[in-house]
């Protein structure tokens, strides 16, 4: 599966962003997906994911309750929704998925275990 990732921006802090990852294939409904971000010089961490027909999300503490991850398989496209965004939110953005990710444990949280990513999408958070 090919993902091509779009919606990142410079936006100020409390605004809005849509982040959407539409891909490739016919099998995206077996594909479980997540987003993840990284800061210049820090390591790859997680932000949301959703499993195959979106039933499950799961999000980082420090997004919780202002993004929203959601799936349309209809139309083999994830989406982000990042709302009152604070500048520490700066980063880029990655979309992924796996066909081999379970939701048993935490390790839907580990970038290691996805085979499949986008090319990234910076977003910045003016303060």
């Known amino acids: 599966v090919q993902l091509i990732e779009s919606g990142g921006g410079l936006v100020q802090a409390a605004g809005a962003l849509t982040h959407s990852c539409p891909a490739s294939?016919?099998?995206?409904?077996?594909?479980?997906m997540a987003w993840f971000l990284q800061a210049p010089g820090k390591e790859r961490d997680f932000v949301a994911a959703?499993?195959?027909?979106?039933?499950?999300?799961y999000y980082s503490d420090s997004v919780k309750g202002r993004f929203t991850i959601s799936r349309d398989n209809a139309k083999n496209t994830m989406y982000l929704q990042m709302n009152s965004l604070k500048p520490e939110d700066t980063a880029a953005y990655y979309c992924?998925?796996?066909?081999?990710?379970?939701?048993?444990?935490?390790?839907?949280?580990?970038?290691?275990?996805?085979?499949?990513w986008g090319q990234g999408t910076q977003v910045t958070v003016s303060s």
């Open positions: 959703i499993s195959w027909t979106g039933a499950r999300t």
């Open positions: 992924t998925a796996d066909e081999r990710i379970t939701y048993g444990g935490t390790g839907y949280r580990t970038p290691g275990l996805y085979d499949y």
């Open positions: 294939g016919r099998t995206f409904s077996s594909y479980a």
